[in-house]
């Protein structure tokens, strides 16, 4: 950043879920890098912690509090240490980016909820004559609700896109609608990283044949039949192969809400198998590259994680056995090379990924990946020490979107032209006593609670009596 920014650049990140917030944070780390950073700060293996105040960079994390709001468990799975953190509504967080003089705020968050802030944001800011560079994107591959998604993003200085692919779609998006596609900029995942692949590592350890990780995900599929027999392949593959370590990887613990709601976790799932599981099968939870630090093929439906996988040379699996359709995700790996069946990899095969595929999907597997924020990094910096930016006006107004906008930013405490709603405005955190804060947490905890209750239990049982 120019000397126009006293140092240190001040950064803030809102997300709404730990997948998320591991995707701003490191983000943020990218584009505005702090001398306390690691080389490799963005991988997920080895994530750096943000810089203390005065050092370069000072980045404070904010939580929109909601279903996904991430624990304490998920948060240090995650990695990223901030100089502050604090939990907030919509308004809470819109107030607090109208008080404090921020450079650069990454909002990591739903569709929605991106559109919400930037109508806020532009509501509070009407007449300033400086604000922050709004970035934000998305988490990892987008398979689904591409138009949605995007149009809900636009208004944003810089909307992120993780590959050259994506970046020629979100451009024909925007141009489509008639407004420019200037924001749209390529990076890739700011969580690739790693050491590459060898499988000479594995020499020495208890499983010779080496160690096969299934990542799962939490709403793909989305039925207790179709996860139960992922399961159960993945427990036969390691009872075919003793040799072999199979490690089935959880992104959640029962209670625990991710981005996308879980509601048949295969912790409760695995329950059914009893006792006579195989003594080289396990579950694990943890980060996802200190997992893959050990492993030597990955197998999934379309996770994320077969972009880190790929990123570092490990063969890597997206599965077939419940066909290849939009709704499982794993059509976007089409022409990949990676596509394999449960019965296929019993059998020895391993997936070679196509270079081409690899190259246009943002993986970098090729060395690229130091300078894939390089264009990024420029552009929010130029941004920043601008004279002046111009007024936050997103594509949907009243005007455009007047069925659809409204609702939305209801949906956030806030009114059509982004002016809190009455009664939606609550006291900032610091203005509220001690004793009506526990109230207020211990209730909310509460509502959490019955909340997650109906999704795992009683919407299933409900499904269930439908379908007598």
Not at 25 to 44: E, F, I, K, M, N
Not at 163 to 169: E, G, L, P, T
Not at 227 to 247: G, I, K, M, Q, S
Not at 349 to 367: I, K, M, N, S
Request: overall charge positive; some cysteine; aromatic content about 6%.
């Amino acid at each position: 950043m120019s000397s126009r920014i006293k140092s240190p650049v001040r950064v803030a990140v809102l997300a709404d879920s730990d997948t998320r917030w591991k995707w701003g944070a490191l983000t943020a780390q990218r584009l505005v890098p702090d001398s306390s950073d690691s080389s490799d700060a963005g991988s997920a293996g080895s994530a750096a912690s943000a810089g203390s105040a005065g050092s370069g960079r000072r980045l404070d994390g904010y939580l929109l509090r909601g279903r996904a709001t991430p624990t304490v468990r998920q948060l240090a799975e995650v990695g990223v240490r901030t100089d502050s953190l604090r939990e907030v509504t919509g308004i809470e967080f819109v107030r607090s980016m109208d008080r404090e003089r921020y450079d650069v705020i990454v909002l990591s968050l739903v569709g929605g909820g991106v559109q919400a802030m930037l109508h806020g944001l532009a509501h509070a800011w009407q007449g300033a004559t400086r604000r922050p560079v709004i970035v934000t994107g998305y988490v990892g591959v987008v398979y689904e609700k591409l138009a949605d998604g995007l149009l809900l993003r636009h208004g944003a200085d810089v909307v992120l896109a993780n590959s050259r692919h994506d970046a020629d779609r979100f451009r024909e998006v925007y141009t489509g609608v008639g407004t420019t596609g200037d924001s749209v900029t390529e990076c890739a995942l700011p969580f690739l990283g790693g050491a590459r692949y060898d499988e000479k590592a594995r020499q020495g350890r208890k499983y010779p044949g080496g160690t096969v990780v299934f990542a799962v995900q939490p709403s793909v599929p989305d039925n207790r039949a179709d996860r139960t027999y992922l399961l159960r392949r993945a427990v036969d593959h390691a009872r075919r192969h003793p040799d072999r370590e199979v490690v089935v990887k959880l992104r959640s613990k029962p209670g625990e809400h991710t981005t996308h709601i879980e509601e048949l976790p295969y912790q409760k799932l695995i329950a059914k198998f009893g006792d006579g599981l195989p003594p080289n099968f396990r579950l694990a939870y943890g980060n996802m590259g200190e997992v893959l630090d050990t492993t030597d093929l990955l197998v999934t439906i379309s996770s994320t994680a077969a972009l880190e996988s790929l990123h570092r040379s490990i063969p890597t699996a997206i599965l077939t056995d419940l066909g290849i359709r939009e709704p499982l995700g794993n059509h976007h790996f089409l022409g990949s090379g990676c596509l394999a069946s449960w019965d296929e990899l019993d059998a020895g095969y391993r997936p070679e990924p196509d270079p081409e595929w690899l190259a246009r999907q943002g993986v970098a597997a090729d060395g690229s990946y130091e300078t894939a924020f390089d264009a990024a990094r420029h552009k929010v910096s130029a941004l920043a020490t601008a004279v002046a930016l111009p007024a936050l006006a997103p594509y949907y107004t009243r005007a455009t979107a007047p069925g659809y906008l409204p609702r939305i930013l209801e949906r956030y405490g806030f009114e059509p032209d982004g002016r809190p709603r009455p009664g939606a405005a609550s006291a900032d955190e610091a203005e509220v006593s001690g004793l009506r804060r526990v109230v207020r947490n211990t209730m909310r905890d509460a509502a959490r609670g019955a909340y997650r209750h109906g999704v795992q239990r009683v919407a299933p049982v409900i499904r269930r009596m439908g379908e007598l």
